[in-house]
């Protein structure tokens, strides 16, 4: 899908007020600082390329889900502060993000400044996509950019409803990055492509997997997902986690792999407990031997041998879902040491999902992967094949 991207409209930008609008939903401690500005320095390199090509920027984004009422809690406040300690320059801030407030801000701005808006979800009129409101927002900019892709998969009044209003709307470098990664890879991988799946539920991966079924060579499957698998080749998981009303489903799944020719790898070992804890009671069995009672909560270090030798060979590979409970330390092992051998291969590595993302920053090896996504649901639903609708807005090139 080839859309307008900033570096199309570089040489129009100046002294044109640019809308764009980020991903700014940054977490905050009880006193409300930030505590990862992460999001806000994703966003830095097209905020610098409006500023230094002279366009006059007004950035726009929500913070957590204050639900249509005006919270101070959610303020964007704290952001634009962050921002402005970030670019080294004054980022304005104006305390509503439509009507006089809004417009006395956006009007004060010379070429190269720039604004953040208040909180859009301090309207519920954001979230429902309201026509009127995305009027009021497009009046704000000649020029509209999404940089957020965190949000591009929610047709929302800031990422779609604004499109209908404004003539020229394009992607930023962190939205073009993240759809040349995901989109063109899984369009275009190099083989062997290697799909690596983990996380609780089949449901949130059912329809990521039948996608990826005509594009991969292998998908690994590990976590509390993986016993559904299991239970439906007549495994014994005794009380290990399983959706019972998928189990046919993960059935047609198998039979349609082994039609394809795409070969599923699921836990030949485990790590086991009797309760969901911390300092567990933990022990390791292999293939059948998990008693009722006991439940998986990692994979074991047979599978993770197996599952390290896949990817050793895998020209691409993309990762969403972590392999056992890693927020447990005596549970980790089996996602860090996949990370790990996704970190040493040669492949091209895409890590979407916000677990997976989780334990590469816990592992240090996020600079390691060729893409990390930013946006968890997003990322998903570009992986089950879903036309994103903050992307479908965008000029066409």
């Not at 009127?132 to 950019?145: H, M, P, Q, R, T």
Request: charged share 30%; hydrophobic share 40%; with cysteine.
């Amino acid at each position: 899908m080839a859309k307008l991207s900033l570096n199309d409209i570089g040489g129009e930008l100046k002294g044109k007020k640019v809308l764009m609008r980020v991903d700014f939903n940054v977490p905050l401690d009880e006193n409300r600082e930030i505590t990862s500005d992460k999001r806000i320095r994703a966003a830095v390199p097209s905020i610098k390329f409006v500023i230094e090509n002279g366009g006059r920027l007004i950035l726009m984004s929500h913070m957590g889900r204050p639900k249509g009422e005006k919270k101070k809690e959610f303020s964007l406040d704290v952001a634009a502060k962050k921002l402005s300690e970030i670019i080294g320059k004054e980022v304005k801030f104006a305390s509503d993000c439509i009507g006089d407030e809004a417009k006395k801000t956006v009007d004060s701005l010379s070429d190269g400044d720039v604004a953040l808006l208040e909180n859009l979800r301090f309207y519920k009129e954001e979230t429902d996509n309201d026509p009127e409101f995305s009027k009021k927002l497009a009046e704000l900019g000649d020029i509209y950019v999404n940089d957020a892709f965190g949000t591009a998969h929610r047709a929302h009044a800031s990422t779609e409803g604004v499109t209908k209003y404004m003539k020229k709307c394009a992607a930023g470098f962190l939205m073009e990055k993240e759809l040349k990664y995901i989109g063109d890879t899984l369009e275009n991988a190099e083989k062997p492509f290697v799909a690596i799946l983990g996380g609780a539920k089949v449901s949130d991966k059912i329809t990521v997997i039948e996608n990826l079924l005509d594009k991969v060579s292998e998908i690994i499957i590990g976590g509390g997902m993986a016993y559904t698998f299991l239970k439906a080749k007549g495994r014994e998981i005794g009380n290990s986690l399983c959706e019972d009303d998928k189990i046919n489903v993960a059935k047609e799944i198998l039979k349609k792999a082994i039609d394809k020719d795409v070969y599923i790898f699921l836990p030949i070992d485990h790590i086991v407990a009797k309760e969901f804890k911390e300092d567990a009671v933990a022990k390791e069995v292999i293939r059948d031997g998990i008693e009722e009672g006991w439940q998986g909560l990692d994979i074991g270090p047979m599978t993770i041998k197996k599952f390290t030798n896949v990817i050793k060979d895998a020209k691409t590979i993309i990762w969403n879902g972590p392999m056992g409970v890693f927020e447990f330390e005596q549970f980790a092992r089996g996602t860090m040491e996949v990370g790990k051998a996704i970190a040493e291969s040669n492949a091209v590595s895409i890590v979407g999902g916000g677990d997976s993302v989780a334990a590469l920053k816990k592992l240090g090896l996020t600079d390691k992967m060729t893409h990390v996504s930013t946006g968890g649901g997003a990322s998903l639903e570009m992986m089950e094949g879903k036309t994103l609708p903050g992307v479908a807005a965008l000029t066409d090139k």
